[in-house]
Antibody, heavy 115, light 111 residues
Framework: QVQLVQSGAEVKEPGASVKVSCKAS????????IHWMRQARGQGLEWMGR????????NFAQKFQGRVTMTRDTSINIAYMDLSRLRSDDTAVYYC????????WGQGTLVTVSS | QSALTQPASVSGSPGQSITISCTGT?????????VSWYQQYPGKAPKLMIY???KRPSGVSNRFSGSKSGNTASLTISGLQAEDEADYYC???????????FGGGTVLTVL
């Protein structure tokens, strides 16, 4: 069965960077986009961007351009989302999901930005 | 890319039907049949309920259906059950910018 398993919770200081991983299994990793979303406590879902695991090509929401990087390692079927220059309002649960339909989701990773 | 517009909340009694709207623009919802709907319980990851406007993934109840007219997509839940009480989000391809966008979310209360 398809599974996306994300890395554990992170606590970061303002100005730092965070890298969240998403390990895929149960399907051919390079056949489907990986999308990244986030959700602040009590708020809605926000699309951040996506990566094509086959080519490494990316698309980002304008809001995150210049601050987010998405990469992948096809040898171990892991996608990564790196967000830099963290602010307190980046505190949220970050999710990865498979395919443009977001058919399968990771369990979420809580990133807390606090001094 | 602005968020799609959903009602903040809807409610219905068990057995009734409800519809949640999702309004975008000619550039997103109006131009592509790439609208999905997700159900989310508190503290849980979202679950895909409808994709490509009206298609249901395997395992999703046929009480859930989707449609689109112009720039507005809709999710209808028939035969409401207590377990349907959750947050619902629509999602659409944004077009030329190759981006995607969510609606603000709708809280469904089963009375």
């Amino acid at each position: 069965q398809v599974q996306l398993v994300q890395s554990g919770a992170e606590v970061k200081e303002p100005g730092a960077s965070v890298k969240v991983s998403c390990k895929a299994s149960g399907y051919i990793f390079t056949d489907f986009y990986i999308h990244w979303m986030r959700q602040a406590r009590g708020q809605g879902l926000e699309w951040m961007g996506r990566i094509n695991p086959h080519t490494g090509g990316t698309n980002f929401a304008q809001k995150f351009q210049g601050r987010v990087t998405m990469t992948r390692d096809t040898s171990i079927n892991i996608a990564y989302m790196d967000l830099s220059r963290l602010r307190s309002d980046d505190t949220a649960v970050y999710y990865c999901a498979r395919d443009d339909t977001l058919s399968d989701w990771g369990q979420g990773t809580l990133v807390t930005v606090s001094s | 890319q602005s968020a799609l517009t959903q009602p903040a909340s809807v409610s219905g009694s068990p057995g009734q039907s409800i519809t949640i709207s999702c309004t975008g623009t000619r550039s997103d919802v109006g131009s592509y049949d790439l609208v999905s709907w997700y159900q989310q319980y508190p503290g849980k990851a979202p679950k895909l309920m409808i994709y490509e406007v009206s298609k249901r993934p395997s395992g999703v109840s046929n009480r859930f259906s989707g449609s689109k007219s112009g720039n507005t997509a809709s999710l209808t839940i028939s035969g409401l059950q207590a377990e349907d009480e959750a947050d619902y989000y629509c999602y659409s391809y944004g077009g030329s910018s190759r981006t995607w966008v969510f609606g603000g979310g709708t809280v469904l209360t089963v009375l």
